[in-house]
């Protein structure tokens, strides 16, 4: 399965013009740990099991381009996750080999079979889901985390190119 660009962010707008010709690649690479760290908790708070929560964020990867941050994955259930889910039968159902454990509204677990029969009366009907936004809420909370830590960032690496200049002189 290919890979799917989830989100961008990128830095230039955050940098001032009189900056623009420093390199940022250590401000990046930092963005980029707090960022897969900020996914990887908003991941944790969405319903899915662990198992599922642990296979999501396995499949994440922050790829460091030169001037922002491309966030990709290769889990084909983040398209349905980010992008939401249309009602619709689910006619996959009808290749499980057990019987389909479902918990009902009252919390009982039931066990069902899938069968062409059961698909035929409208039975099998995924309600289908909302696009989630915990990709935006991680990437406007690590937009803001940028912000404030840039200026602190540019002026460590000025203050180390002054000492560095220093010594060599």
Not at 92 to 100: C, E, F, G, Q, S
Not at 125 to 151: C, M, N, Q, T, Y
Not at 154 to 161: S, W
């Amino acid at each position: 399965m290919p890979a799917m660009i989830a989100t961008s962010i990128y830095l230039k707008p955050l940098i001032p013009t009189a900056l623009a010709g420093m390199s940022f690649d250590r401000v990046l690479r930092r963005l980029q740990r707090d960022l897969l760290k900020r996914l990887k908790a908003k991941l944790q708070q969405t319903t899915f099991s662990d198992r599922a929560k642990k296979a999501l964020a396995r499949a994440m990867k922050i790829e460091v381009m030169p001037s922002s941050l491309r966030v990709t994955t290769n889990h084909p259930a983040f398209f349905p996750l980010v992008d939401g889910q249309a009602k619709g039968q689910m006619t996959w159902l009808t290749k499980a080999k057990r019987p389909i454990p479902i918990i009902t509204d009252t919390g009982k677990l039931i066990f069902r079979n899938a069968t062409a029969k059961s698909m035929a009366n409208g039975s099998w009907i995924h309600p289908g889901r909302k696009p989630s936004d915990f990709v935006s809420k991680a990437k406007s909370e690590a937009r803001k985390f940028l912000k404030g830590k840039l200026v602190a960032e540019v002026r460590k690496q000025i203050r180390a190119g002054i000492q560095r200049a220093a010594r060599s002189q």
